[in-house]
DNA sequence: CTGAAAGCGCTAACAG
DNA sequence: CTGTTAGCGCTTTCAG
């Protein structure tokens, strides 16, 4: 097989210019009927497709936009950003864009700058340096963060409504009857991280219930660190009768935890956890968590993007996904 | 801000001709170090950034690879095709090529031929469909499968050792004493799990233990159908002492309806996984599983394909990764 | 509705 | 070591 078929071979083949071949793949209305079955005719016995490159070259544009991941060590294989990925590319999908992948330490190290006209936009996804935002954006990058936000930086943020997500939650433990709730929190990313302790605190707060210095702990965001400080939550007099965690993983730290100390849940304690990863229905008793709806916030950054190519004037800086607590067994 | 400044533009400011700029670039140590200096200076005062579609137009070529997600439903959320993009992803990103991922469906939907000639090869992760692999052999695009095989096509394929990974969790029972093992198959593609079945009939057939018709039972992939199908599996009698699982989901089911009929894991019943998902150590109790390095399978997936791309003449068709049992405290 | 021709930005002989 | 020049395959005025 020699070099594929260009618009040449076709444009001989059919007999007619290499403008009018152009235009029937890309614009068939403005082809005659008749022309455009002989094209397409032509194309067939050649087997030709269209260069995507040399399209991209001659309209100064190309169809790609990437999405990197900017989680230290973590990558596609957190459940979280796996589900960004997922809205992303289903939306993605349908609007003629393809999307490179790739995470923020990757794409460093690759030489950015030789990679970065190769595509229209980029999401980015958790904790991004402000080195590389600002690499984009002098690129004339158009930016979108997603589970992130700077203030004062006026982009384009997606993220879920994590003071809402807690209020559920607190909500839910309160009508319950818990007074003594603790919060084991985790090393997340900042942003979500101060958002979901700041609601927390505020709750607390406003419904006068009792919170002391001891009743907040900070652990690793791993099953074996949550286990060993909750042991320690656990151990406090008056015990905690329930308790917040900022993720999942956490959560199931602390339900092994609870396991091990002979308390039952939720009898004995309440544990909610937060992010309602698919492993929260494998636990035993299932784990009630925060629901957030991921591949919806990836369906939204792939809005914002596209809003952010159309040139549409102001794109919101703030798009907010809705939580929703599902109520399991753990509480 | 104009269009972006161009290799001309460099020229012009450096004062040398667009060749020299452009070898400065791709192969500095062709240029005269001073020459070398003086466009490295006009490309920095200009803010210049070598365009990569105007490059790839010219040496024809992308730097592209994709990577398809080939499973119904299921994307980059299946923890072990994101472990394998994971593995891809960190390797391609070493080998100036950039990843493109989508999934077999939404590749299909947005007319593949257009796309195909923007990407080098192409990596199907799971059971992709035979129109699919035909398409891209037939515009000279090389495959490399991941996690499944088709006999007689001569297609790369990169694979788990499946029938040893049996082999470890088999012996691990037996040595364990048990007698009475059950499987619990899942419908995982059936590459996958033809091989994991037959290795277990094959194993119990070679040690001579009893397999009953109802000690294989076949289940939807999801924890509610193998809970249910697990309180069918254990209340056979004499019930089994063990369950061999087809992947990680599936045991979590078993060990829910162990739970809910007051068995004790791993006195009265011993569970085993596959796939070693991430989930395993938050279950309580912790999960035994044959592990599957994912990630060295998506790294192995790239030097196959880089083989393939740099026409090395033959590349093995099979590339097994071996498994390793992960022995915890279900069994 | 169709054709001719001028690029898009870079690379790769080839010649000096 | 460096410059000249001819493309790479497609789009897009501008005429006809």
């Known amino acids: 097989m020699s070099s594929?078929?260009?618009?040449?071979?076709?444009s001989r083949l059919s007999g007619v210019s290499t403008a009018t071949v152009s235009r029937t793949f890309s614009c068939p209305s403005r082809v005659k009927e008749a022309t455009r079955r002989k094209v397409y005719e032509a194309a067939e016995a050649l087997n030709y497709s269209p260069n995507a490159i040399a399209r991209s070259m001659a309209?100064?544009?190309?169809?790609k936009?990437?999405?990197?991941?900017c989680k230290q060590g973590a990558t596609i294989l957190d459940e979280f950003y796996a589900g960004i990925c997922d809205g992303i590319l289903h939306t993605v999908n349908r609007t003629d864009y393809q999307l490179l992948v790739s995470t923020e330490e990757d794409w460093k190290l690759s030489?950015?700058?030789?990679?970065?006209?190769?595509?229209?936009?980029?999401?980015?996804?958790?904790?991004?340096?402000?080195?590389?935002?600002?690499?984009?954006?002098?690129?004339?990058?158009?930016?979108?963060?997603?589970?992130?936000?700077?203030p004062g930086l006026e982009l384009p943020s997606v993220v879920a409504d994590e003071a809402g997500g807690v209020r559920q939650a607190m909500e839910h433990l309160i009508s319950r009857g818990h007074k003594r709730i603790a919060m084991l929190a985790g090393?997340?990313?900042p942003y979500v991280l101060s958002e979901r302790y700041n609601a927390f605190v505020a709750i607390m707060k406003e419904r006068e219930l009792p919170l002391k210095p001891n009743d907040v702990k900070m652990c690793d965001p791993d099953v074996?660190?949550?286990?060993a400080a909750a042991r320690e939550l656990l151990s406090l007099a008056p015990r905690p009768t329930a308790v917040l965690c900022a993720n999942d993983v956490i959560a199931a730290g602390v339900c092994k935890a609870a396991h091990r100390l002979g308390l039952r849940l939720p009898e004995d304690l309440a544990v909610v956890g937060y992010d309602d990863a698919s492993f929260c229905t494998m636990l035993d008793p299932e784990l009630t968590s925060v629901h957030i709806d991921c591949r919806r916030m990836g369906e939204l950054c792939v809005e914002r993007m596209t809003e952010l190519l159309g040139e549409k004037p102001d794109v919101s800086e703030f798009t907010v996904v809705p939580t929703e607590l599902i109520v399991r067994r753990s509480s």
Chains 1, 2 share one sequence.
Request: aromatic share 8%.
């Open 59 to 63: 309209i100064q544009r190309t169809d």
């Open 224 to 227: 074996k660190s949550a286990e």
């Open 187 to 189: 090393r997340l990313n």
């Open 4 to 10: 594929a078929p260009s618009i040449y071979d076709v």
């Open 111 to 150: 030489g950015a700058t030789a990679q970065s006209k190769s595509i229209e936009g980029v999401i980015l996804g958790g904790k991004a340096e402000m080195s590389l935002i600002s690499e984009f954006r002098a690129q004339g990058i158009p930016v979108v963060l997603v589970n992130y936000f700077v």
């Open 65 to 69: 936009i990437a999405y990197l991941i």
